[in-house]
């Protein structure tokens, strides 16, 4: 977090997610994972592991590396 603006960092895959209009529970249906385990992945607090990134990446239509979709977005700051 940054302590001086009052705002943290968000991965990519929140950013895409919310581009695509979907909820956290939607997208985690769509990858077959459960909405706490991709709550806990969208903060950062559990990887998302190979298999589980390449499904929510699918859920996602995303094209690029998976692993980029669980990067700091460095543009896009949440306020808390």
Known sequence: MDEGT????????????????????ALARAAGINQTSMSKVERGLEPAFPYRGKRIAEALGWE?????????????????
């Open 64 to 80: 690029g590396n998976p692993d980029d979709l669980f990067k700091v977005e460095e543009s896009s700051y949440e306020r808390y």
């Open 6 to 25: 009052g705002s943290k960092p968000v991965l990519r895959v929140v950013v895409e997610r919310r581009k695509m209009g979907l909820s956290q529970a």
